[in-house]
């Protein structure tokens, strides 16, 4: 089993930062995907950006250039800088992981975190 424990969500004015969390633990393997995801009120829940255990980043194409996904490998951490936040942003951020092999196809199921909330004001 894996968990994922999400943190840094809170209130923010339109134009500010916050970085996003998020631990794993548990039986974690060596290659995986880690990634955010968000679910705003009444919608459904959308990709905001992945990366793999070597690094590659994939993102929603309205976040290009304003947020950043990292990871810390021997933490078992990956981030999410959001910069220039927008009130469109406010959303339940969620953290995603699942195991691959070394090609990168997926190996097992997802584990979710419980999500952590963003606020963005105007």
């Known amino acids: 089993q894996v968990q994922l424990v999400e943190s840094g969500g809170g209130l923010v004015q339109a134009g500010g930062s916050l970085r996003l969390s998020c631990a794993a633990s548990g039986s974690i393997f060596s290659t995986n995907v880690m990634g955010w995801f968000r679910q705003a009120p009444g919608k459904q829940r959308e990709l905001v950006a992945t990366i793999t255990s070597g690094g590659s980043t994939n993102y929603k194409e309205s976040v290009k250039g304003r947020f950043t996904i990292s990871r810390d490998n021997g933490k078992n951490t990956v981030y999410l800088q959001m910069n220039s936040l927008k009130p469109e942003d406010t959303a339940v951020y969620y953290c995603?992981?699942?195991?691959?092999?070394?090609?990168?196809?997926?190996?097992?199921?997802?584990?979710w975190g419980k999500g952590t909330l963003v606020t963005v004001s105007s």
């Open positions: 995603k992981m699942y195991p691959t092999n070394w090609l990168g196809a997926r190996t097992g199921m997802d584990y």
